[in-house]
């Protein structure tokens, strides 16, 4: 949901006038700015999405689109290479005095076409930035959170936050699928979310939850909605929701007008068309299977088992009904399915709402992802997650939430809703790899959006005492605004939720709150933190847990008496010589039968062992002399083996 002003909410449904911006900064970094004297009829359109037309996805992770005609009577655009330039779409409304611009995403020219007088240019958003291959180096065991900050890293991709729902969750193994993407990888971690991920109207890839909380948290009572007299005031004995017959619409039927305070919904009425199902569906259960690769139950030649079955497991949170299944996720791996079941269930059962398709008038405030109140023409209220959306300038614009209706879900009982890529797969587009570190992503960022960013209103506060409270906020008055950044005597901070929480900020004696530092170097005398890791993610040291995941070498000791970790060895040194070694390279086959045995090599000149006690534990494999092979060389093209046999005599083994 895009913030807007109260003046923007009053006219967004009256007599308006919505102005179109795009500007377009093309490969050898020229920038052209257009709007609706360059633009065709129609000339800017935005299909928004968060789920498969049709249905109600767990997941997913939509390339949306948008598409820019341009007028090019004149030949103004022709020499221009539009391929691959990017596209910083904007929206604004004429308020009283002013224009109130809404950013409405940034894409990138997948394909420019020329036709006789007109350019058009079919874009994508970031999101088709993650269609390249998984080729993360991030050390597993790891969480949601570092897989999801991994891939917008990888991928070039600014992130709005990593503090999503179930975002903590902690993936053991890194999926084996060679095939995977960044952009499947995003899918499946919004699928544990119980989510979905979007690129905002910033770039920013975040990951978000339908909130159905914001209808219980209203209060609809009141007013009866009022306008059959066109001399009155409007809504003059209320302006609720809920109330109201709407029986004469002589001076409009727009739900949302008055002075309706800010809320966490929108309010769509004035429907041109609308089709509505005739029941609510109503969420009762969610069903996780495992994704593994399985394995069937291995033994030996005598009957006695070696290695146990491995089956995936299904679970179910909730009752049979309406379930959503979820399935073909590598991230839920062995021994996991209930636990994903319940975290995803607890979320998603109870959800309520009724499928519907309708059309009418465009508030370009309105985003795929966002909640609603559509009110038909008979006053009929329904609160309903806007699942998908298209915007076009000069016309109606349509939004569904989408769901299978009862009858179509009896109609396909086994319907998986796994690994639905909800639009079709773009042609890949990955001409060039990242090249770019971290840091200077982020600053990139930070200058793109300190060059487009709009300015900001001020306010003072005086206290008692005289001094001043300085506010500066995004909407022309302070009630209105939710990006405010506070400063008092002792603190500086900013809010993105209009003051009720402060997200950053910085105090007198030098304490710094952020979400996210990012800098080139840190002097500190302490750190407090969780993990610890180098930039792709393949070192890490997990201080909550004490786990350490190295894939280089690691020292420890002086020159004089050292351990050198590296490649799977243990080595030690004296005075800079290697004295020894200890790997798990040992391999012994037993020429009887065959059977062969891996362990433990230790390699030295002296190998030095003074217990008290020494106790050697295992399994009798024969009785007697057992042979095995001992060594073997090879010169030239002739190859000596040589055997060796042990007796295995109370718990000591005897070789020669």
Same mark, same amino acid.
């Not at 890949?428 to 992503?441: A, N």
């Given at each position: 949901?895009?913030?807007?002003?109260?003046?923007?909410?009053?006219?967004?449904?009256?007599?308006?006038?919505?102005?179109?911006?795009?500007?377009?900064?093309?490969?050898?970094?020229? /920038?052209?700015?257009?709007?609706?004297?360059?633009?065709?009829?129609?000339?800017?359109?935005?299909?928004?999405?968060?789920?498969?037309?049709?249905?109600?996805?767990?997941?997913?992770?939509?390339?949306?689109?948008?598409?820019?005609?341009?007028?090019?009577?004149?030949?103004?655009?022709?020499?221009?290479?539009?391929?691959?330039?990017?596209?910083?779409?904007?929206?604004?409304?004429?308020?009283?005095?002013?224009?109130?611009?809404?950013?409405?995403?940034?894409?990138?020219?997948?394909?420019?076409?020329?036709?006789?007088?007109?350019?058009?240019? *079919?874009?994508?958003?970031?999101?088709?930035?993650?269609?390249?291959?998984?080729?993360?180096?991030?050390?597993?065991?790891?969480?949601?959170?570092?897989?999801?900050?991994?891939?917008?890293?990888?991928?070039?991709?600014?992130?709005?936050?990593?503090?999503?729902?179930?975002?903590?969750?902690?993936?053991?193994?890194?999926?084996?699928?060679? #095939?995977?993407?960044?952009?499947?990888?995003?899918?499946?971690?919004?699928?544990?979310?119980?989510?979905?991920?979007?690129?905002?109207?910033?770039?920013?890839?975040?990951?978000?939850?339908?909130?159905? *909380?914001?209808?219980?948290?209203?209060?609809?009572?009141?007013?009866?909605?009022? %306008?059959?007299?066109?001399?009155?005031?409007?809504?003059?004995?209320?302006?609720?929701?809920?109330?109201?017959?709407?029986?004469?619409?002589? *001076?409009?039927?727009?739900?949302?007008?008055?002075?309706?305070?800010?809320?966490?919904?929108?309010?769509?009425?004035?429907?041109?068309?609308?089709?509505?199902?005739?029941?609510?569906?109503?969420?009762?259960? /969610?069903?996780?299977?495992?994704?593994?690769?399985?394995?069937?139950?291995?033994?030996?030649?005598?009957?006695?088992?070696?290695?146990?079955?491995?089956?995936?497991?299904?679970?179910?949170?909730?009752?049979?009904?309406? =379930?959503?299944?979820?399935?073909?996720?590598?991230?839920?791996?062995?021994?996991?399915?209930?636990?994903?079941?319940?975290?995803?269930?607890?979320?998603?059962?109870?959800?309520?709402?009724?499928?519907?398709?309708?059309?009418?008038?465009?508030?370009?405030?309105?985003?795929?992802?966002? %909640?609603?109140?559509?009110?038909?023409?008979?006053?009929?209220?329904?609160?309903?997650?806007?699942?998908?959306?298209?915007?076009?300038?000069?016309?109606?614009?349509?939004?569904?939430?989408?769901?299978?209706?009862?009858?179509?879900?009896?109609?396909?009982?086994?319907?998986?809703?796994?690994?639905?890529?909800?639009?079709?797969?773009?042609?890949?587009?990955?001409?060039?790899?990242?090249?770019?570190?971290?840091?200077?992503?982020?600053?990139?960022?930070?200058?793109?959006?300190?060059? #487009?960013?709009?300015?900001?209103?001020?306010?003072?506060?005086?206290?008692?005492?005289?001094?001043?409270?300085?506010?500066?906020?995004?909407?022309?008055?302070?009630?209105?605004?939710?990006?405010?950044?506070?400063?008092?005597?002792?603190?500086?901070?900013?809010?993105?939720?209009?003051?009720?929480?402060?997200?950053?900020?910085?105090?007198?004696?030098?304490?710094?709150?952020?979400?996210?530092?990012?800098?080139?170097?840190?002097?500190?005398?302490?750190?407090?933190?969780?993990?610890?890791?180098?930039?792709?993610?393949?070192?890490?040291? #997990?201080?909550?847990?004490?786990?350490?995941?190295?894939?280089?070498?690691?020292?420890?000791?002086?020159?004089?008496?050292?351990?050198? /970790?590296?490649?799977?060895?243990?080595?030690?040194?004296?005075?800079?010589?290697?004295?020894?070694?200890?790997?798990?390279?040992?391999?012994?086959?037993?020429?009887?039968?065959?059977?062969?045995?891996?362990?433990?090599?230790?390699?030295?000149?002296?190998?030095?062992?003074?217990?008290? /006690?020494?106790?050697?534990?295992?399994?009798?494999?024969?009785?007697?002399?057992?042979?095995?092979?001992?060594?073997?060389?090879?010169?030239?093209?002739? =190859?000596?083996?040589?055997?060796?046999?042990?007796?295995?005599?109370?718990? %000591?083994?005897?070789?020669?």
């Amino acid at each position: 949901m895009i913030n807007t002003s109260n003046e923007y909410r009053s006219l967004i449904f009256e007599e308006r006038t919505l102005l179109h911006q795009a500007v377009i900064t093309l490969e050898n970094g020229t /920038v052209l700015t257009v709007d609706d004297t360059h633009l065709a009829e129609g000339g800017i359109k935005i299909e928004d999405g968060v789920s498969s037309a049709g249905k109600l996805d767990i997941g997913s992770a939509v390339i949306n689109k948008a598409t820019v005609i341009l007028n090019n009577f004149y030949d103004e655009f022709s020499d221009y290479d539009f391929l691959d330039a990017q596209v910083r779409i904007k929206i604004g409304l004429q308020l009283s005095e002013t224009e109130e611009w809404l950013d409405k995403g940034i894409y990138v020219v997948d394909e420019p076409t020329f036709t006789d007088g007109q350019i058009t240019l *079919s874009c994508l958003d970031n999101m088709c930035k993650f269609e390249k291959a998984y080729d993360s180096k991030l050390a597993y065991p790891t969480t949601l959170a570092m897989i999801f900050r991994d891939a917008c890293q990888n991928c070039g991709v600014d992130y709005y936050t990593t503090g999503f729902r179930n975002n903590s969750y902690i993936v053991q193994k890194k999926p084996e699928d060679t #095939n995977l993407t960044y952009r499947e990888m995003i899918l499946y971690v919004s699928q544990l979310a119980a989510g979905f991920a979007r690129c905002n109207n910033k770039g920013q890839l975040e990951i978000r939850s339908f909130d159905f *909380s914001v209808f219980t948290e209203a209060d609809y009572d009141g007013g009866t909605l009022n %306008m059959k007299n066109e001399s009155s005031s409007r809504y003059e004995d209320g302006d609720a929701l809920e109330g109201g017959t709407f029986s004469d619409y002589s *001076s409009g039927a727009a739900a949302d007008g008055g002075n309706f305070e800010r809320r966490g919904y929108h309010v769509i009425g004035n429907l041109s068309s609308a089709s509505i199902a005739t029941d609510d569906i109503l969420i009762t259960g /969610v069903q996780i299977t495992e994704e593994f690769p399985e394995k069937e139950e291995e033994k030996d030649e005598n009957g006695h088992v070696t290695a146990a079955a491995k089956k995936k497991q299904t679970s179910l949170f909730g009752k049979s009904g309406y =379930v959503l299944e979820l399935s073909g996720n590598p991230l839920i791996q062995e021994n996991s399915a209930f636990e994903v079941a319940k975290m995803i269930g607890t979320y998603v059962v109870g959800m309520k709402f009724r499928p519907l398709t309708v059309q009418g008038l465009s508030d370009p405030a309105i985003e795929a992802g966002d %909640m609603a109140m559509i009110v038909d023409r008979k006053a009929n209220a329904f609160p309903v997650p806007i699942s998908n959306l298209t915007y076009q300038s000069g016309n109606l614009e349509s939004f569904s939430a989408d769901a299978e209706t009862l009858i179509e879900r009896r109609a396909k009982r086994n319907t998986s809703l796994s690994k639905e890529i909800t639009r079709a797969i773009q042609e890949e587009q990955q001409k060039r790899e990242q090249d770019k570190m971290f840091y200077e992503k982020k600053l990139e960022y930070l200058s793109d959006t300190m060059a #487009n960013a709009s300015g900001l209103y001020s306010t003072k506060e005086v206290q008692d005492d005289g001094s001043t409270i300085f506010y500066m906020h995004d909407k022309p008055t302070l009630s209105e605004s939710m990006i405010v950044w506070k400063m008092t005597r002792e603190a500086f901070a900013v809010s993105t939720d209009g003051g009720k929480s402060w997200n950053a900020g910085i105090t007198i004696n030098g304490e710094v709150i952020a979400s996210i530092l990012t800098a080139i170097g840190i002097n500190a005398e302490w750190i407090t933190t969780g993990i610890l890791q180098d930039k792709t993610g393949a070192n890490q040291w #997990n201080l909550n847990s004490g786990s350490l995941t190295m894939t280089g070498r690691f020292k420890s000791g002086t020159a004089n008496n050292l351990i050198d /970790v590296n490649n799977g060895r243990i080595y030690g040194y004296e005075a800079g010589e290697q004295i020894g070694y200890v790997d798990f390279s040992a391999r012994t086959t037993n020429q009887t039968t065959g059977e062969k045995h891996r362990g433990v090599k230790i390699y030295g000149d002296v190998i030095y062992l003074q217990p008290n /006690v020494l106790v050697v534990s295992g399994q009798e494999v024969a009785t007697g002399a057992v042979t095995y092979l001992k060594d073997v060389t090879i010169d030239g093209n002739k =190859v000596t083996k040589t055997y060796g046999t042990f007796r295995y005599i109370k718990g %000591m083994i005897y070789t020669s």
